[in-house]
């Protein structure tokens, strides 16, 4: 396994979409995805025009490469049985 150190560089962000439906989410990480580009999503939600509701919303930001959490990589669980 690779040990991340402080001095990791995270990668240059490309582009941020704000975008309002999961169709178009899913659009955008198979292109991302095809190009090899890394991606961050979060989802929110935002009152409605009427404000009688919420609505649930992405923003997807584009990287050169993969980002990594900054609270670093989980280890992974032995799965293995013992004896």
Request: negative net charge; aromatic residues 6%.
């Amino acid at each position: 396994m690779t040990d991340l150190d402080e001095t990791t560089v995270q990668p240059d962000l490309i582009a941020t979409y704000y975008l309002t439906s999961i169709d178009e989410v899913t659009e955008h990480l198979r292109a991302a995805n095809q190009l090899g580009l890394g991606v961050r999503m979060h989802s929110y939600l935002e009152a409605d025009d009427g404000g009688e509701g919420l609505i649930e919303r992405w923003e997807v930001e584009l990287f050169t490469s993969s980002p990594v959490h900054e609270g670093g990589l989980a280890e992974p669980e032995d799965t293995a049985a013992t004896d």
